[in-house]
């Protein structure tokens, strides 16, 4: 028995089965990564790696782990996956040239306009390789069990899915989350509040509809998926600061936009105005966040 395929025995222990007959198993595993080293051949995942999650891969199945279960695992993707974990950029290539068609497909059966299949991919690109603080990286859930591209387009099905019944929704939740919010511990703020709550409100939500879908995106990453700024980076391969860039514009925009909107509304005097200003300046991340959220945060 090969080395590799003693290791696989060991990973499987107790379950290993006939997999302890060492030349089938040679044979099987061998076949296994050279299928791998095809899809990938600057091999840019650790045969050990690899065996370790084929080996994962057999235990979290019902079924016995013996060679037609071994050969039945898609390896090559399974080892694409593991280049993605590891943020090769030769695998994130190939993962935009194979899977991003999949995903396009997906997001187009439930709303084909190009803004929202664009931000569907985006999504799915943060889902698939950056994660949150609370999950990793999804890619590193992928068993091998059946085709990547597949797997990828139920996890693109839901997220479209999720952002339409967030879009139909936002209006009202948005109210609900924004009715909670303090009042400015300024006190001239704070009266200013009592008197324009409800349009601060108003015009929180609209201006946020006005903002592009990359824009809004943007927003919902930096604080709903709490995305740190290196993270922003990473996913839409721009440096830190570009991200930091796009994330403010955002932000500006949308304060803009609110204070323009105020304005338009209210009878206001020029010192009422600077308080405007200040009163969107000092809210406009909490309340982002809570109209995100579509709750407060607790």
């Known amino acids: 028995m090969s080395k590799r395929a003693g290791r696989l025995v060991a990973r499987l222990g107790k379950r290993a089965g006939e997999l302890v007959d060492g030349e089938p198993l040679d044979k099987a595993l061998g076949e296994s990564l050279e299928r791998a080293e095809a899809r990938l051949p600057h091999r840019p995942v650790e045969h050990d790696k690899l065996v370790d999650r ?19 695992l898609h390896a090559a993707d399974l080892n694409l996956a ?56 999804a890619i590193a859930q992928y068993r091998g069990t059946g085709p990547l591209a597949r797997w990828v387009r139920v996890i693109a099905s839901r997220i479209a899915l999720d952002m339409k019944r967030a879009d139909a929704n936002v209006e009202h939740a948005s109210e609900d989350a924004l009715a909670a919010l303090p009042a400015p511990g300024d006190p001239e703020l704070e009266v200013i509040w ?42 839409y391969r721009v440096h830190p600061s570009t991200a930091f860039r796009w994330v403010k514009q955002a932000e500006q925009q949308l304060a803009s ?24 300046a000092s809210q406009l991340q909490v309340s982002l966040e809570r109209m995100l959220r579509g709750k407060p945060r607790t």
Not at 56 to 71: F, G, I, R, T, Y
Not at 212 to 225: A, H, K, M, P, V
């Open 54 to 72: 084929l080996a994962d891969a057999l235990l979290a199945s019902d079924e016995p782990p013996d060679l037609a279960a071994l050969q039945r």
């Open 82 to 137: 593991c280049a993605l974990e590891a943020r090769d950029e030769r695998a994130v290539a190939i993962a935009e040239a194979e899977l991003m068609p999949a995903v396009r497909e997906s997001a187009g059966r439930i709303d084909s306009s190009p803004a929202f299949v664009d931000e569907v991919c985006q999504r799915v690109r943060d889902r698939l390789l950056v994660g949150d603080r609370d999950a990793p990286a």
């Open 194 to 235: 009592r008197t324009c709550a409800a349009e601060y409100k108003t015009a929180l939500t609209t201006g946020f509809a006005s903002l592009s879908r990359r824009e809004r995106t943007l927003l919902r990453q930096r604080y709903i998926d709490e995305l740190d700024i290196e993270a922003l980076g990473r996913l």
């Open 257 to 280: 936009s609110t204070r323009a909107s105020l304005m338009d509304k209210l009878a206001l005097s020029e010192s009422q105005v600077h308080s405007i200003e200040r009163m969107v």
